[in-house]
């Protein structure tokens, strides 16, 4: 069941962690960022970056820690 996009920033940091590894795993299945942004209930361009930072640098490469707007 999908997390309601307004209720993601309530998730602590190891539940956000297993959604990164789903996202990145849905996308090696073969699924768009799109579908696995449906599926796990975050937006797609979450997804996109989430993919591209583990393209260009593998799971060290992606976030550890919340990013905050200044």
Avoid at 41 to 50: A, L, N, P, Y
Wanted: charged content about 30%; proline content about 4%; hydrophobic content about 40%.
């Amino acid at each position: 069941m999908a997390v309601p996009l307004s209720d993601t920033r309530e998730l602590s940091d190891e539940v956000l962690e297993v959604l990164r590894l789903r996202a990145l795993h849905g996308c090696e299945l073969g699924f768009t960022e799109a579908e696995v942004a449906d599926l796990l209930g975050v937006r797609r361009e979450t997804v996109c970056r989430w993919w591209t930072a583990y393209a260009q640098g593998g799971l060290d490469a992606l976030p550890r820690e919340r990013t905050r707007r200044p």
